[in-house]
Nanobody, 127 residues
Framework: QVQLVESGGGLVQTGGSLRLSCVAS????????MGWFRQVPGKEREFVAN????????FHSDSVKGRFTISRDNAKNTVYLQMNSLKPEDSAVYYC????????????????????WGQGTQVTVSS
């Protein structure tokens, strides 16, 4: 089993920044990807960004490209989401996810593609 624990959410003003963290523990795999999704009440979970653990290739959704950056720290088994220039529409619960796969990052944009999920962390951007 894999456990994912997110942290770093909070309340920030428009234009501000936050950095989310997701620590992975439990079983390790040789080939996997981790992603960030977000969800607001009444809507489906939305893809934000992902990163392949081996090689570090990334993919960001158009809605966050240029403002958010996903990265990883192999030694700490941690993936980060640096969020800059935050907007009220970025307010959501942000979830970390993991999937064992070798496919390219740009193919891993569906919620159903991922096997393991964290509990989520709330991000609120005030106007």
């Amino acid at each position: 089993q894999v456990q994912l624990v997110e942290s770093g959410g909070g309340l920030v003003q428009t234009g501000g920044s936050l950095r989310l963290s997701c620590v992975a523990s439990g079983r390790t795999f040789s080939n996997y990807a981790m992603g960030w999704f977000r969800q607001v009440p009444g809507k489906e979970r939305e893809f934000v960004a992902n990163i392949r653990w081996s090689g570090g290739s990334t993919f960001h959704s158009d809605s966050v490209k240029g403002r958010f950056t996903i990265s990883r720290d192999n030694a700490k088994n941690t993936v980060y989401l640096q969020m800059n220039s935050l907007k009220p529409e970025d307010s959501a619960v942000y979830y970390c996810a993991l999937v064992r796969t070798a496919v390219r990052s740009s193919w891993l944009i569906r919620e159903t593609s991922y096997e393991y999920w964290g509990q989520g962390t709330q991000v609120t951007v005030s106007s």
